[in-house]
Nanobody, 127 residues
Framework: QLQLVESGGGLVQPGGSLRLSCAAS????????IAWFRQAPGKEREGVSC????????NYADSVKGRFTISRDNAKNTVYLQMNSLKFEDTAIYYC????????????????????WGQGTQVTVSS
């Protein structure tokens, strides 16, 4: 059974940091480009960041550039999202997703290309 499981969410004060993890089971994460999406209450799902299969290409939404860093450890079958300098507007449910793209060094933050999704982890930024 193919499964993605997110973890690492929680409550943090503005300016704080969290590291989200996306662990895969039932398949080899290294064969997929991975993205993080988020959805805040009353808002559309937003692509936050993605990383290519090779790990040498990443993309970020303008709203998180310079604050978030995506990385992958294929040996651990896990992708991470390091979130620093968190803001109130980062509050959302964060999802990871896997795209079985044929491209080694490309990734996409459009949700329609992603084949598998996790259940999400809540991130709340509040004072």
């Amino acid at each position: 059974q193919l499964q993605l499981v997110e973890s690492g969410g929680g409550l943090v004060q503005p300016g704080g940091s969290l590291r989200l993890s996306c662990a895969a089971s039932g398949f080899t994460l290294g064969n997929y480009a991975i993205a993080w999406f988020r959805q805040a209450p009353g808002k559309e799902r937003e692509g936050v960041s993605c990383i290519s299969k090779s790990g040498d290409s990443t993309n970020y939404a303008d709203s998180v550039k310079g604050r978030f860093t995506i990385s992958r450890d294929n040996a651990k079958n896990t992708v991470y999202l390091q979130m620093n300098s968190l803001k109130f507007e980062d509050t959302a449910i964060y999802y990871c997703a896997a795209d079985r793209t044929p491209y080694l060094s490309r990734c996409d933050t459009r949700d329609k290309v992603y084949d598998y999704w996790g259940q999400g982890t809540q991130v709340t930024v509040s004072s």
